[in-house]
């Protein structure tokens, strides 16, 4: 008998230290918590599929957005430690808000969970996890691997179904 449980002990610690050797020191790892200036607690916000957050901190009064929406939208995205990595409204520049079809392929899984119920007006928070964002690959230059991401959405129209087979 303890020669079985010295044999468990010694497999579970192989296996803890080897566990140890498989994460690359090279990869950048997110901050524990995210910057103030974010303002993000998630207990105050809704937990939905794929582990992605939403606050609604304006919600608005017009068309609601549904899954196969095409959307027009401002936005600013953020990685946890509080730097932007992009926006429509760049400073000194003219805004250019995004239109984009919330189940185009190759959008982030994210915002396809995260956009959909959403109002024409209304302004969303989202803490996208890594595996519902660019996983391990990342988005360079800007995006490290891993990485969650933290977006504020405006969602300025929803496109009607005739207006939407165009931007395709």
Not at 35 to 48: G, K
Not at 79 to 107: C, H, Q, W
Request: net charge negative; charged share 20%; hydrophobic share 45%.
């Amino acid at each position: 008998m303890l020669t079985k449980i010295r044999s468990s002990a010694m497999a579970l610690a192989a296996a803890v230290m080897l566990a140890g050797c498989l994460d690359d020191p090279a990869v950048p790892v997110d901050p524990p918590d995210f910057h103030p200036s974010l303002e993000i607690n998630l207990d105050e916000m809704t937990l939905l599929e794929g582990g992605v957050y939403i606050l609604d901190t304006t919600v608005g009064g017009g068309a609601v957005a549904l899954d196969t929406s095409t959307v027009v939208v401002h936005y600013r995205g953020w990685l946890k430690n509080g730097s932007m990595f992009d926006t429509t409204r760049p400073a000194g520049l003219e805004p250019i808000p995004l239109e984009v079809k919330l189940d185009y392929e190759f959008l982030i899984k994210g915002w396809q969970v995260g956009i959909p119920g959403m109002k024409e007006g209304g302004v969303r928070k989202m803490v996208v996890p890594p595996e519902m964002a660019y996983g391990k690959q990342g988005r360079a230059p800007f995006i490290h691997p891993n990485a969650t991401l933290v977006f504020e959405v405006e969602l300025l129209e929803v496109k009607a179904a005739a207006d939407s087979a165009q931007a395709q």
